[in-house]
């Protein structure tokens, strides 16, 4: 039976690049908040599309209800849904719920329906380890993220499944693009001189997520070109 992947966030920029990497072998299911999905569903027609609000903590039981509905199972999960806001904003609150507490709530969620080699991927960030300025909360909620990672891979691990994060650097997507002047200050502090693309990351989970990480858990895996190094 084919494998099936959940994505969540990925109606564009990152997740939607991560979906359409699985979708090559996998069964898809994705959720979106606010962002048209239809690029995405226009491309892969079967996938899965469901609309959900992290911020509910209801939501994440109500996602795997319809995965498990559709396909009646998963193989795959990928955290990817986040949000960020600035610190001193009324939805700032927010941030800790969609980028932590949803991620663990989604895996207590799916883990009955998991198997010896189901994997976890969870989308953090360099800023987990580089504070972004204005942004704490959301660094913060990186950080706590990557040791959520590791605690779960250890958990885990007698049951076959493993737990690993991607930590990206900046990344330039079509939906929401850099000036050029910002996008340069990023090139001028990467070793590799470019910026990253949304499938240097999609490229990355797929890695993870085959066979040829069987061994690789609780690892945060920086896809960053050399930032800062």
Same mark, same amino acid.
């Given at each position: 039976m084919r494998q099936v992947a959940l994505v969540t966030g990925a109606a564009r920029?990152?997740?939607?690049?991560?979906?359409?990497?699985? &979708?090559? @072998?996998? &069964?898809? =299911?994705?959720?979106?908040?606010?962002? @048209?999905?239809?690029?995405?569903?226009?491309?892969?027609?079967?996938?899965?599309a469901i609309k959900t609000d992290f911020t509910r903590p209801d939501s994440a039981q109500q996602v795997i209800d319809a995965v498990l509905t559709k396909y009646g199972r998963i193989d795959t999960l990928v955290l990817n849904a986040g949000a960020i806001s600035a610190d001193d904003t009324p939805d700032a609150g927010d941030v800790?719920? /969609?980028?932590?507490?949803?991620? @663990? &709530?989604?895996?207590? =969620?799916?883990?009955?329906?998991?198997?010896?080699? &189901?994997?976890?991927?969870?989308?953090?960030?360099?800023?987990?380890?580089?504070?972004?300025?204005?942004a704490v909360l959301y660094s913060a909620s990186k950080a706590a993220l990557n040791t959520w990672v590791r605690g779960m891979a250890k958990n885990l691990g =007698?049951?076959?499944?493993?737990?690993?994060a991607v930590a990206p650097g900046a990344i330039n997507t079509p939906d929401a693009p850099r000036d050029a002047e910002l996008t340069?200050?990023? /090139? @001028?502090?990467?070793?590799?001189? %470019?910026?990253? %693309?949304?499938?240097?990351? =999609?490229?990355? /989970? %797929?890695?993870?997520?085959?066979?040829g990480a069987a061994f690789i858990t609780g690892e945060v895996l920086t896809v960053s070109g050399g930032y800062r190094l």
């Open positions: 920029g990152i997740g939607r690049s991560i979906a359409t990497v699985l &979708a090559q @072998d996998r &069964a898809l =299911a994705i959720t979106f908040r606010n962002s @048209d999905p239809s690029e995405l569903l226009n491309t892969h027609p079967e996938t899965l800790f719920q /969609v980028n932590l507490l949803a991620n @663990d &709530a989604l895996l207590k =969620a799916a883990l009955p329906h998991l198997y010896p080699g &189901a994997c976890v991927i969870a989308i953090s960030s360099v800023n987990a380890l580089l504070p972004a300025m204005s =007698a049951k076959g499944i493993r737990v690993n340069q200050q990023f /090139v @001028d502090n990467t070793a590799l001189g %470019r910026i990253g %693309r949304p499938e240097d990351i =999609a490229n990355t /989970v %797929r890695f993870l997520a085959s066979e």
